[in-house]
Antibody, heavy 122, light 107 residues
Framework: QVQLQQWGAGLLKPSETLSLTCAVY????????WSWIRQPPGKGLEWIGE???????NYNPSLKSRVTMSIDTSQNQFSLKLASVTAADTAVYYC????????????????WGKGTTVTVSS | SSELTQDPAVSVALGQTVRITCQGD??????ANWYQQKPGQAPVLVIY???NRPSGIPDRFSASSSENTVSLTITGAQAEDEADYYCNSRDNSGNVVFGGGTKLIVL
């Protein structure tokens, strides 16, 4: 059974860079899209972006200027960096595996990490 | 528009049927999916594509669609179904979008 294990710093100061990593265990790493999603306290889900096995990325336009995603296929890991954080970036951050079948118009996230709480405070 | 619109809250009596809707222009192109999220937990996929349930999801969960609206139906709602439900899909620009979420209250 595929599991995603994520980690990273949980407390940041304004202007610092958020850095999270997600490792994939128990399943194939290729053939999927790997996403990051966040959820501010008491609010809904917000897609941050995705990266595929080949390293192609697609970012939420509202965050694009600050987001960098990377992938390490040798370690079955992918990472998120979000620069210049502010209090508005305080949220639970999730990594997720996505099935992207664009020829049949399917896109869904079938496996999620447990989430990492990131707080931005001076 | 790349937005998906959901009602903030819906209630249902125990054992009755409830429908949660999601509306958006992107749903004319891409299938929608539904996620269940309980407090303090990660979302769980309950319906994907046209009307597919992942392994382990009870068959009381089903989905239907019409033009730019998709619906998640729970037939015979149980107490454990009380949760937030989110729809999502890709929009016409290739971005991934989520609805604002619907809080389901089981009375």
């Amino acid at each position: 059974q595929v599991q995603l294990q994520q980690w990273g710093a949980g407390l940041l100061k304004p202007s610092e860079t958020l850095s999270l990593t997600c490792a994939v265990y128990g399943g194939s790493f290729s053939g999927y899209s790997w996403s990051w999603i966040r959820q501010p306290p008491g609010k809904g889900l917000e897609w941050i972006g995705e990266i595929n096995y080949g390293g192609s990325t697609n970012y939420n336009p509202s965050l694009k200027s600050r987001v960098t995603m990377s992938i390490d296929t040798s370690q079955n890991q992918f990472s998120l960096k979000l620069a210049s954080v502010t209090a508005a970036d305080t949220a639970v951050y999730y990594c997720a595996r996505a099935i992207d079948d664009y020829s049949n118009y399917y896109y869904y996230m079938d496996v999620w990490g447990k989430g990492t709480t990131v707080t931005v405070s001076s | 528009s790349s937005e998906l619109t959901q009602d903030p809250a819906v209630s249902v009596a125990l054992g009755q049927t409830v429908r949660i809707t999601c509306q958006g222009d992107s749903l004319r192109s891409y299938y929608a999916n539904w996620y269940q999220q309980k407090p303090g937990q990660a979302p769980v996929l309950v319906i994907y594509g046209k009307n597919n349930r992942p392994s382990g999801i009870p068959d009381r969960f089903s989905a239907s669609s019409s033009e730019n609206t998709v619906s998640l139906t729970i037939t015979g709602a149980q107490a454990e179904d009380e949760a937030d439900y989110y729809c999502n899909s890709r929009d016409n620009s290739g971005n991934v979008v989520f609805g604002g979420g619907t809080k389901l209250i089981v009375l």
